[in-house]
């Protein structure tokens, strides 16, 4: 059965801390991981990786995937009281290219 | 560029009632999804459609639920008879693209909270 795992759960961290999260799959036949940043409300699209070890970076975030490991990790650096939020992790299988399969979530909470 | 608009955002039903969710997709958008989110956990697929077309509506109950996407008109989460079950967020997120070559972005509407009483 296909699935995302994320870890951590939850974590918390003081601002100006670097936050690293993870994402694992097992899927058949991997297409692409998305990441989301999701507040009190929709999941906002954050990156989608489809290539092994080509990072992506936006501002502070940057995501990054390994195909061989099954894996992709979110790095926040210098983090602010407005990065807290879950941040979701989605993975879309070749055979069904629209149905995303989600993970639990990271619950990231930055203290001021 | 209106993004993915969903009504109503709240929405409170007594058990055995019918609930309706509607999103309207982005400007162009053809294809919508229907996700189910329930506390603490991931949102978990329910329905994708086109125009017209439910192309698949494999992660929806059998029972109860149904959804539509007319070639006029939002698209439609029915839900018959709801339950306590039912209570949770539903996110409506559609593309542009989806099926061939290319694997286009879903972006969200902001979701329906539905609660039964």
Redesign the interface.
Same mark, same amino acid.
């Given at each position: 059965e296909d699935k995302?795992v994320q870890s951590p759960l939850s974590l918390v961290v003081h601002e100006g801390d670097t936050v690293t999260l993870n994402c694992s799959y097992e899927v058949t036949n991997f297409? +692409?991981l998305?990441w989301?940043k999701q507040e009190k409300? #929709?999941?906002?699209?954050l990156f989608?990786l489809?290539s092994s070890g080509i990072e992506k970076k936006s501002g502070r975030l940057s995501s990054i995937l390994d195909k061989k490991e099954l894996f992709s990790i979110l790095n926040i650096t210098a983090t602010q009281t407005g990065d807290s939020a879950v941040y979701?992790c #989605?993975v879309?299988g070749m055979d +069904?290219?629209?149905?995303?399969?989600?993970? #639990?979530?990271t619950k990231l909470i930055i203290k001021p | 560029n209106a993004g993915v608009m969903q009504n109503p955002r709240h929405l409170v039903r007594r058990r055995g009632q019918e609930a309706r969710l509607r999103c309207s997709p982005m400007k162009g958008h053809s294809h919508v999804y229907w996700y189910r989110q329930l506390p603490e956990e991931g949102l978990k697929f329910m329905v994708y459609l086109q125009k017209e077309n439910i192309i698949d509506e494999s992660g929806m109950p059998k029972e109860r639920f149904s959804a539509e996407f007319p070639k006029e008109g939002p698209s439609i989460l029915r839900i018959q008879q709801v339950v306590r079950g039912d209570s949770a967020a539903y996110f409506c997120a559609s593309s542009l693209l989806s099926s061939g070559d290319s694997t286009d972005t879903q972006y969200f509407g902001p979701g329906t909270r539905l609660t039964v009483l």
């Open positions: 995302v297409r +692409s998305l989301y409300k #929709a999941p906002t699209f989608m489809t979701l #989605a879309e +069904s290219n629209y149905q995303l399969i989600w993970g #639990a979530g | -």
